[in-house]
């Protein structure tokens, strides 16, 4: 399938084609308007041709004298533009003629003259007011036809230069209107990727503008819409979540923890403003399959058996599960699923490794596991800060993301952690 004319070779060849068409018309109008006037102008210099003659051959023709005539014939032939003159007496006969063979002929009309193609003056000889003679003068159209030519010469060339610059300038124009139309096709692609801070170019009072303005309007109620669903989304996420700490009181605030301690971690890694909320939502939900697990297993002081820690270990496949079935929640599902993985590929459910694991995942896990051996379970009391980052440290590699774990330090010696930990105890209590 071939593909069509663009947008700017269709208004270049639309504005050429009506400039040369309108040009067409104009210079055609103007050829013929010269040609009349020219015409107009040949006879009129034939009349005062005619005339001059009449004046001059009046004493020859008197004198029927041909010495005398010739001169005054061959004055007038002298015309660029003359094709012929002569001279008739009272009888219609010629007496002298420039063309020396018809003399003394009666010329009816005369031979020589080209319909449409001679402009010929006939003038009476007059004696007193009689009339004995009469002189006729032909102009040949030759000096019309030669300045028509001429001036059609400078109309085409000035229409083929009107005309490339009407081009030229076109597509200069649609250029100028096509890149704007980019630009709003352009934040028309970004607005469709989710990125709802995009806004289009404005400037001017054309149509481009007000569809500009109509587009920004439009993706600012989207923008409050997506805020209104954003904010109820998280508030059923966070009911959710708290569902979690219901069957188990141990964990209370944990998943606030770990997701603000993962949006952390995300920021300092220049993650983009979807991907941190994903990443933010699976932090959440991270233990969401946990509502599966029995409370005996949850809350059991002592050591698990290998079936219980099976059940205990199947809360990340079903957690996945039960947020897999909501359609805007498939990667967040995914990300829940692998939290567990670890780096040298020992985790489950799957037992992916080193960057098989999802980012999100990677983040998830270290934060889970810091704050988890920070808090008191049912089986041991809340390790002190300095062991539970040793002992992180120490499964840098082979349970954790070398990265993560080296950013999640950084914010740790930064006392970021410690604070979204103490900021979080605040808001339990309020």
């Known amino acids: 399938m071939t593909a069509g004319l663009s947008l700017r070779w269709k208004m270049a060849g639309a504005v050429s084609v009506l400039l040369l068409a309108m040009t067409a018309a104009i210079g055609v109008a103007l050829v013929r308007h010269e040609r009349a006037v020219l015409l107009d102008e040949g006879r009129k210099r034939a009349t005062a041709l005619a005339e001059m003659l009449a004046v001059t051959a009046r004493d020859p023709l008197l004198d029927r004298d041909e010495l005398r005539m010739g001169p005054v014939i061959q004055s007038v032939m002298q015309d660029p533009d003359s094709v012929y003159a002569y001279v008739l007496d009272h009888t219609d006969t010629t007496v002298y003629h420039s063309n020396t063979d018809l003399i003394g002929t009666a010329l009816d009309p005369q031979p020589e003259a080209q319909p449409g193609r001679t402009l010929e003056a006939a003038v009476p000889v007059l004696v007193e007011g009689t009339?004995?003679?009469?002189?006729?003068?032909?102009?040949?159209?030759?000096?019309?036809?030669?300045?028509?030519?001429?001036?059609?010469?400078?109309?085409?060339?000035r229409l083929g230069l009107g005309t490339f610059l009407a081009l030229v300038g076109t597509l200069l124009l649609t250029d100028f209107h096509l890149r704007r139309i980019a630009r709003l096709e352009g934040a028309l692609d970004l607005v469709a990727d989710g990125d709802l801070s995009v806004r289009a170019d404005v400037r001017g009072r054309d149509e481009l503008a007000r569809l500009g303005h109509g587009f920004n309007s439009m993706v600012m109620?989207?923008?409050?819409a997506r805020a209104e669903i954003e904010r109820g989304v998280?508030?059923?996420?966070?009911?959710?979540?708290?569902?979690?700490?219901?069957?188990?009181?141990?964990?209370?605030?944990?998943c606030e923890r770990v997701a603000r301690g993962s949006a952390a971690i995300a920021e300092r890694m220049e993650v983009g403003a979807a991907a941190l909320r994903e990443?933010?939502?699976?932090?959440?939900?991270?233990?969401i399959g946990k509502i599966g697990v029995p409370s005996e297993i949850l809350l059991k002081t002592g050591r698990l058996t290998k079936s219980e820690m099976v059940q205990m270990q199947g809360h990340a496949a079903l957690g996945a599960q039960i947020l897999g079935s909501v359609s805007f929640?498939?990667?967040?599902?995914?990300?829940?699923?692998?939290h567990h993985e670890n780096w040298d590929g020992s985790g489950y459910p799957d037992g992916v490794k080193g960057g098989e694991i999802p980012l999100a995942a990677c983040i998830i896990h270290v934060v889970d596991a810091y704050d988890a051996l920070t808090s008191s379970r049912p089986y041991r009391m809340a390790l002190s800060h300095n062991v539970a980052i040793r002992r992180i440290t120490a499964a840098r590699g082979t349970e954790f993301c070398?990265?993560?774990?080296?950013?999640?330090?950084?914010?740790v010696d930064e006392g970021t952690i410690h604070s979204i930990r103490r900021r979080v105890d605040r808001e339990a209590v309020a």
């Open 279 to 287: 990443f933010e939502l699976a932090a959440m939900l991270h233990d």
């Open 131 to 157: 009339v004995v003679g009469k002189v006729f003068v032909g102009l040949g159209v030759g000096f019309v036809d030669r300045a028509s030519e001429t001036t059609a010469r400078g109309l085409l060339l």
């Open 221 to 224: 109620r989207i923008e409050r």
């Open 234 to 254: 998280t508030e059923t996420i966070r009911a959710l979540a708290s569902t979690i700490e219901v069957n188990d009181a141990y964990t209370h605030g944990h």
């Open 402 to 411: 070398p990265e993560v774990v080296d950013i999640f330090l950084e914010l």
């Open 329 to 338: 929640l498939g990667r967040v599902a995914y990300y829940v699923r692998h």
